[in-house]
């Protein structure tokens, strides 16, 4: 398939790009080179995207189970909303007396998410979940550093956690201590109690964690790291299975994360972008990146908190994401929001109960919103190991479920489908994992050579990723 | 699967050589066939120095990337810098491809040999 840049020939243009509408300017010298645009018909570029769409997969072509990823259907009047005039003519240096709405839509946000954190201010600035928990590992610093407390250099991540939770602790000037977790996956008191103290300056958690199991000792966990002085930071990829029935500042976490673009509906990877909203206790407040919007003389105003971490992105971060996840969480209100998070939690039991007929479960009890399969035996009776069983699925159309993650976990297959999948949706996709743990034993070649029938076929992911092609080399 | 009775290993799944006064760690047959096609490794520099039980580089593979834990406790004296160019080495000869060498050993962690080693891999899966 071409590129754009190799499609059409100089000159040829298209009529979408509207006229201008500011007064012309003369573009400094320094730029000599004309930019390298596309020149193709509006023929072209539809054909281009067209044939672009066909060959991706999509929460729209069908089931995309992807575990800690929360790929749920995305409403479309989410986009509506979105795209409405007035949120898309807005110029973000405009003066705020002229943008009350903008910043109502935000201020409403917030305060809708603080109230399903339990959190007492809420920043849209950082674009993704990673975004979000550096922002946060940063507030936990200042609150420290603040305090004149710098003997804390470590930060303690159980082992079953999200890879960019040691990665952000180590980007924010951390010492990252790995706790191991229980048999029930869950963390193991003893180790945490060992690994705390004086040093301690706080801990990155998940709950419900990365197996899919709610953590009961989460009072007893943070009650742990709190007495030594540190301060506990919830990662917000699984709030899909909670949100509107249990608070995470409830559970006692200091700052959270939540991924917008997972638990609240917005697109998701290529879809994006993606909005990593951080909330914080009010004890944290003063720390935020600033802007945060403000009730002031009757009107909403923007607030730079006076002990601000500084910016995280350039303005209010993906604004139009917002208002995305504004119109799902009132479209939803205070009934749809846990009703949802519930559904969620009873489709990822049916397919576990479902498939636990075929499967081994790595923890054979009631989950959350995902669970965790492990193909050990399968592996070792048919040689196929998770990853051919996945390539298997693309054969049938299947987006495959996250592979081997968690890393405690071995041959992982990780199943999360959604509250927005159908009982008929998750039966037939239930139907064609248990064919293809069935083909694993008849014919194993099959597999080891999936997919067959997709337009591309078992990729080389050694060599993509040892010699990544990450830039388009335009002829000279 | 490989266990050469000539090595000791750790439960994280390195294998140490003494060479002398000097270690030589490596990872095991069972890791790489666990981590899977190896795509890239984070080494050391020499002079470094490693502590038993903590990490000192990981390497990545089409999986995941995993930490790899020093077995022993001293100064890192050479690094198998062509494994940064060939990180595959350690798929296609674990016990070849050497990744640290460690002087002024002070310490080791809990270390099997062989048999106990291939049990503990029995047991994991």
């Known amino acids: 398939m071409k590129l754009i840049f190799e499609l059409g020939t100089e000159g040829r243009g298209l009529s979408l790009m509207p006229a201008c509408d500011v007064p012309e300017y003369t573009l400094p010298e320094e730029r000599t080179a004309p930019l390298r645009l596309p020149h193709v018909s509006e023929n072209e570029l539809t054909r281009h995207y067209t044939a672009l769409c066909k060959r991706i997969h999509g929460v729209n072509d069908g089931f995309y189970p992807l575990g800690s990823c929360t790929m749920k259907y995305n409403p479309k009047i989410d986009e509506d909303m979105a795209a409405l005039p007035g949120f898309t003519q807005l110029h973000p240096l405009q003066p705020v007396e002229t943008a009350q709405g903008a910043l109502e839509a935000l201020h409403v946000l917030g305060s ?3 109230e399903i954190f339990g959190m007492d201010a809420v920043t849209f600035q950082p674009a993704a979940g990673a975004h979000g928990e550096f922002t946060g590992v940063l507030l936990i610093k200042a609150y420290h550093t603040d305090r004149g407390d710098t003997a804390r250099t470590k930060i303690i991540v159980p082992d079953s956690a999200h890879g960019t939770n040691p990665a952000t602790a180590a980007m924010c000037g951390y010492q990252v201590v790995n706790i191991p977790s229980g048999a029930d996956g869950c963390v193991d008191l003893d180790a945490l109690r060992a690994a705390v103290g004086p040093d301690t300056a706080g801990l990155m958690l998940t709950n419900p964690n990365t197996v899919g199991i709610f953590d009961k000792n989460i009072l007893e966990i943070t009650k742990i790291v709190h007495d030594a002085g540190g301060l506990c930071y919830y990662d917000g990829a699984n709030l899909n299975a909670v949100m509107g029935v249990v608070r995470p500042g409830d559970m006692g976490f200091d700052c959270i994360h939540s991924n917008l673009h997972k638990t609240f509906a917005t697109p998701h990877g290529g879809g994006g972008p993606g909005a990593g909203a951080v909330g914080c206790k009010d004890f944290l407040r003063k720390f935020m990146p600033g802007p945060l919007v403000v009730e002031k003389d009757g009107g909403l105003a923007f607030d730079y908190p006076e002990k601000s971490i500084g910016r995280v992105k350039l303005f209010y971060g993906n604004f139009d994401v917002c208002i995305k996840a504004l119109t799902y969480v009132l ?6 929001i846990p009703e949802a998070a519930m559904n969620a939690v009873l489709n990822a039991n049916y397919m576990r109960v479902k498939l636990a007929e075929k499967f081994t479960m790595a923890y054979d009890e009631i989950c959350m919103h995902e669970f965790v399969m492990s193909l050990v035996d399968l592996h070792k009776e048919t040689g196929v190991s998770a990853l051919d069983l ?7 159309g299947l987006h495959p479920p996250t592979m081997y993650f968690p890393l405690i976990v071995h041959e992982a297959l990780m199943v999360e489908p959604c509250e927005t999948e159908s009982k008929e949706t998750m039966d037939e996709v239930c139907d064609i994992y248990g064919r293809l743990f069935d083909l694993a034993y008849s014919d194993p070649d099959a597999l080891h050579t999936a997919p067959h029938d997709t337009p591309v076929r078992r990729l080389d992911e050694v060599g993509a990723a040892r010699n990544m092609i990450l830039r388009y080399s335009f002829a000279q | 699967m490989n266990f050469p009775a000539e090595l000791k290993y750790s439960k994280s799944h390195e294998w140490v050589r003494m060479d002398g006064e000097i270690a030589v760690v490596g990872i095991s047959d069972f890791a790489q066939d666990a981590l899977g096609d ?13 502590t038993a039980g903590e990490s000192f580089g990981d390497v990545e593979s089409v999986k995941a990337v995993s930490d790899i834990i020093s077995p022993v406790s001293g100064t890192i004296c050479a690094v198998n810098e062509a494994l940064a160019d060939a990180p595959e080495t350690l798929n296609s000869d674990p016990y070849g491809a050497w990744i640290i060498k460690v002087e002024g050993i002070g310490g080791t962690e809990e270390l099997l040999n062989a048999a106990a080693y291939e049990a503990h891999c029995a047991e994991e899966g």
Do not use: Q, W
């Open chain 1, 112 to 114: 809708e998410l603080g």
């Open chain 2, 38 to 50: 190896v795509v890239f490794i984070n080494l050391p520099a020499e002079g470094d120095s490693v």
């Open chain 1, 331 to 336: 479209t939803l209100g205070r009934a749809g």
């Open chain 1, 390 to 396: 996945a390539k298997g699925m693309l054969d049938y």
